[in-house]
C-alpha cells in the first residue's frame, strides 16, 4: 500500500485491512508524507505489518517497487491508502489466484458498482481499457484500476521502472507481452474529489497512453522465473 499525504485515511484502511479473514502480510510504504500520516505510521509496531519509509516523495510507482521488494506473500495486490476501493472485497479478487485459475485479477469498477466518477473520467478510462485491448488483446474493461493483483513472482518477473502513476500501464503492458490472460472480477467504487485529495489530472491521463504505447514497443525481456534463477 503506498501512501502519500493520507492521514485523514490511513487508520481507517488499516483498520479494515487488518480484518480481512486471510493469511497476509500488511505493507505500507510511506511516500515522503508531510500531513502527519509518516509520524502515525513510525508508531505501529505490530505482527505482519511492515512499514517502509522514503526519506522523500518518489512517486506512486517508486513506492509499489519498495513495498515489492519487502513482499513474501504468493500473491500482492495493490491498495491505495484512501477509502475508493472496499478492502472487504479483497478476498474475492485474489481468490481465482489462490485457487490456481488465474495468474493476474483486475478488479474491475465498471463491472460492479461504481458510483461518483465525473463523465471526463469515466471517458478516460474507456480510453485507457480501450487502447490496452488494441494494442494487446486483453478484452478488460478497466486498465486503470486499483485492485490489481498479481502472482508475487510474475510480478517480479516484469522487472518494473515506474516512478510514478504510470504502474498501472506499465503493468498492464508487460502482461500482455508475456501473453498473459487478465482475470476481472466486479468491485466496487466510490469517487473521491480533488478536495478529498484525489491526485489524477490529464496529465497522469496522457502518462498511461504514452506508457502504454512504450512498452507495446519497446526492448524488453521479463526476469527469469524465480524456480529457474534458484535452480
Known amino acids: 500500500m503506498p ?9 481507517e484502511i488499516l483498520r479494515r485491512l487488518r ?3 486471510l493469511d497476509k502480510e500488511i505493507i505500507v510504504v510511506d511516500d515522503g508524507s508531510t500531513d502527519g ?36 506473500g504468493e500473491v500482492t ?13 479483497i478476498p474475492q479478487v485474489v481468490a481465482p489466484i ?20 465525473k463523465p471526463l473520467y469515466r471517458l478516460g478510462n474507456w480510453v485507457f481499457a480501450t487502447f490496452a485491448n488494441l494494442l494487446f488483446g486483453l478484452g478488460i474493461s478497466d486498465e486503470a484500476t486499483c485492485y490489481k493483483a498479481f502472482r508475487t513472482d510474475l510480478l517480479r518477473r516484469l522487472d518494473l521502472q515506474c516512478q510514478g502513476f504510470e504502474f498501472c500501464p ?7 507481452r508475456l501473453g498473459k490472460r487478465i482475470l476481472e472480477v466486479p468491485i466496487t ?25 512504450k512498452w507495446r514497443f519497446a526492448r524488453w ?11
Open 170 to 176: 506499465e503493468a498492464t503492458a508487460k502482461v500482455g
Open 98 to 117: 489462490l485457487d490456481g485459475r488465474a495468474e493476474v485479477v483486475y478488479g474491475s469498477r465498471f463491472k460492479g458498482d461504481w458510483r461518483g466518477m
Open 189 to 213: 467504487y466510490r469517487a473521491r474529489t480533488h478536495a478529498e485529495g484525489k491526485k489524477i489530472g490529464w496529465r497522469e491521463g496522457f502518462q498511461v497512453l504514452s506508457t502504454l504505447l
Open 37 to 72: 500520516t509518516r509520524e502515525y505510521l513510525s508508531g505501529l509496531a505490530e505482527p505482519g505489518l511492515k512499514v517502509v519509509f522514503h526519506p522523500e516523495n518518489r512517486g506512486k510507482g517508486a513506492a509499489i517497487r519498495t513495498g515489492l521488494e519487502a513482499a513474501t
Open 19 to 21: 480484518a480481512l479473514p
Open 77 to 89: 495486490i495493490i491498495q491505495d491508502a484512501d477509502l475508493e476501493y472496499m478492502p472487504e472485497e
Open 221 to 231: 525481456q521479463p526476469k527469469p522465473e524465480e524456480s529457474a534463477s534458484n535452480g
Open 3 to 11: 501512501a502519500y499525504n493520507e492521514r485523514a485515511t490511513i487508520e
